[in-house]
DNA sequence: AAGTGGACCTGCTAGC
DNA sequence: TGCTAGCAGGTCCACT
């Protein structure tokens, strides 16, 4: 589910109304893709700082440490003040004296881990490595263009790495390749510097636009306030296999990249 | 170093 | 109507 929009869309909802909070329990359900790393009762007590967000990560940052959450393929974060019972899905409750910080994740691809600080412990690991934010100013055409000169994948494998620059999944891989007149297979190291260029503009207008639109609902995304997101109604390719593509009326295709789908337009994105 | 495939888990849908 | 195969927004890890 979540990419970078959602996930940043989902911050920007529950941000500011729990920071400041104490935490007054912490509810664990079924494991997650990770054991916490820290006993529950340690973080009780300890106050919520200015939440960030890192690639699809969030950091929660507490007293003596924080909390690196991640929505996984299905999850998302509620917050309520008077939260219901909670589900079969509802894997891990922060309770505060403002509200419940909820992560509903039924295939528990999710995770929430503590670490000391963000650049230490189990964070620092789950960090490393991650590539450029797609809005900070060192993500540029050069940038990617010398990333992707050593690169012999297909572009689109390449993108969804997040080792070159973070954020873009599936969908999101998929719509900014079409912004970008780029065929999805094209060997990374054969893209010109030009194109690179294109490509990166392509990235950012389209998880900018995702982003006004308040993330993508496919299934089940929510934002913690419970509002959908309107993005796929303006996907041009993802999921749209079959259907005339917007821009020059060839036929959609799908095809299997890595084992996810790629959704393409044979008459507009070129190798 | 870079690339590949499998693993994690559950729910929904299309098709028989 | 009921069962089953296939698919889903992510990414870590082991192995070549």
Redesign the pocket.
């Known amino acids: ?3 970078l929009p ?1 996930v940043e869309v989902t911050r920007l909802s529950f941000a500011e109304r729990i920071q400041g909070a104490e935490v007054t329990a912490v509810r664990l359900g ?2 997650l ?1 990770w054991p916490l790393g820290v006993e529950p009762q340690q973080i009780v007590t300890q106050r919520v700082g200015p939440v960030t967000r890192r ?3 969030l950091w929660l940052p507490l007293d003596r440490g924080g909390l690196l959450m ?1 929505l ?3 999850g998302s974060l509620s917050f309520a003040s008077a939260p219901a019972a909670p589900g ?2 509802d894997h891990f409750d922060l309770v505060t004296a403002r509200g419940t910080l909820r992560l509903t994740d ?4 999710g995770a929430v881990v503590w670490a000391p600080a963000i650049d230490a412990g189990a964070a620092a ?2 960090l490393a ?1 991650l590539g450029v934010e797609p809005f900070d100013s060192a993500f540029t055409g050069a940038h990617l263009h010398k990333a992707l000169r ?4 297909a572009i689109k ?2 993108l ?1 790495g ?1 080792d070159i620059v973070v954020g873009a ?3 999101y891989a998929c719509e900014a390749l079409f912004e970008a007149g780029i065929d999805p297979r094209t060997r ?1 190291d054969r893209l010109s510097r030009v194109r690179c260029e294109a490509l990166a503009e392509a990235v950012r207008k389209t998880l900018g636009r995702a982003l006004e639109s308040g ?7 929510r934002d913690a306030h419970g509002i959908a ?1 309107a993005f796929q109604l303006q996907a041009r390719v993802y999921g749209r296999a079959g259907q005339a593509c917007p821009r020059c009326g060839a036929t959609i295709r799908r095809t299997v990249q ?4 790629t959704f393409f337009c044979p008459g507009c994105q070129r190798r």
């Open positions: 589910m979540p990419e959602e079924k494991p893709r690639g699809k990560y991640h996984g393929m299905s079969p899905h039924p295939r528990r691809f690991k789950l490595g050593r690169r012999r994948v494998t390449a969804l997040g999944g599936n969908i990374s993330g993508s609902t496919l299934r089940n995304f997101g890595g084992q996810r789908a």
